[in-house]
């Protein structure tokens, strides 16, 4: 549901939070527009170096589309009842965002991360507003400023104490010998109903640091925090064998506790599937700005979805590179056109480019199996 007063809401929020929700809706891209060729020739050489700039920024954004596996997940992940922190709490189960690199994990994690942050800030204006109109209770007086969403990407294995110090670091709040406590408080005075850490395949679940974690988590879900965790490879750890009673005792409260949403590549194999993709190529080549290309032109989903799917076996980060890379070439060129024998000189990341050329000749020679693809 839309807050006819999102600009009020979201004034309730930090400006770093609020520079999160721009970043990860692109809203300070601005739309460099179409020129045509002659414009172009016309431009001075700095108003060209910063339209160049601006169409490279532009190509590059990915756009958000909501496909099978995108609305899969916001299925899953939407519909946890809300969080309610605080002692005696009602559980609310763990996400586990898994799956394969590069199938939009992370984009659909932070976008999650908008939502519950706008929905929290709407909440909270509501509930101040209701407490002045004599309407509803006064709201609860926070402690620390108001961060009702933490959003924190892991860049390197980390301990359960250097997890925690880090999640109370971006609170903030002060940081004691027992971490995941600290954070704790800090939580409770920063009004924070969600947490939200990517990349979390960091963190040695095979160690005794995993055992901690597990536990840690556990404690902040005791207290009612929403927590959605990211990361690929992790749905195994949940299975494996562990060394010592505790860590499997850890591991089975996890089990318990925890649901597994599994993001994988896009299919190819059934018409529902390639609409999926069509929808999504769709989006994309609407953003194209290239004098070559007119607006609404389907350079992509029309006369290529084919040739992109096999050259990237479905896997979105080597479209979005492929796609990208080959606008900025095309951008280079005299026709200002993406062709497929200027996306045959990209190379993309090496899963999908390994054999990239041998399958894109089979495809051309009328010879892709996609059942088995």
């Known amino acids: 549901m839309t807050d006819e007063r999102e600009e009020d809401s979201l004034a309730y929020l930090t400006d770093g939070d609020r520079e999160f929700i721009n970043r990860v809706e692109r809203t300070y891209l601005s739309d460099p527009g179409w020129l045509t060729a002659e414009e172009i020739k016309n431009l001075s050489s700095d108003d060209r ?16 589309v909501v496909t099978t596996h995108v609305r899969f997940a916001g299925l899953q992940l939407g519909t946890v009842a809300a969080a309610d922190p605080g002692p005696a709490a009602p559980l609310r189960t763990v996400s586990l965002l898994t799956g394969p690199p590069g199938t939009g994990k992370s984009t659909i994690l932070q976008r999650r991360g908008v939502i519950l942050m706008k929905q929290a800030a709407q ?10 109109s004599g309407r509803g209770p006064e709201p609860r007086l926070l402690r620390g400023v108001f961060r009702p969403m933490l959003h924190v990407s892991l860049l390197r294995h980390v301990t359960d ?25 800090g939580v409770w005075a920063c009004g924070t109903q969600a947490v939200l850490i990517d990349e979390i ?12 974690v597990h536990d840690a988590l556990k404690a ?13 490879g992790v749905e195994k750890m949940l299975d494996a064998v562990r060394k010592t009673e505790a860590q499997d005792a850890a591991q089975g409260q996890s089990k318990g506790r925890w649901e597994t949403v599994t993001i994988g590549r896009m299919e190819y194999r059934t018409q529902r599937a390639r609409e999926d993709w069509s929808k999504l190529l769709e989006v994309v080549e609407g953003r194209i700005r290239l004098a070559g290309h007119a607006p609404g032109e389907k350079i992509l989903s029309e006369t290529m979805a084919d040739y992109l799917w096999v050259a990237t076996l479905g896997y979105l980060n080597s479209l979005s590179t492929l796609v990208s890379k080959g606008l900025a070439l095309a951008l280079l060129t005299k026709q200002q056109r993406l062709t497929e024998s200027i996306l045959d000189t990209i190379q993309v990341e090496t899963r999908s480019d390994k054999q990239r050329l041998e399958r894109l000749a089979v495809w051309r020679a009328g010879e892709f199996n996609w059942k088995t693809s």
Request: proline share 5%; hydrophobic share 40%.
């Open 201 to 212: 395949q960091y963190v040695n679940f095979d160690g005794q640091a995993g055992r901690y």
């Open 49 to 64: 170096a910063y339209r160049d700039w601006e169409l490279s920024l532009w190509h590059g954004a990915f756009p958000y």
């Open 161 to 185: 104490k250097q997890l925690f110090t880090m999640l109370c670091q971006a609170l903030p709040c002060p940081v004691t010998d027992d971490p995941s406590a600290s954070f704790i408080r």
């Open 220 to 232: 902040i879900t005791n207290f009612g925090v929403r927590v959605i965790l990211c990361g690929h």
């Open 123 to 132: 909440l909270h204006r509501i509930q101040i507003e209701r407490a002045r």
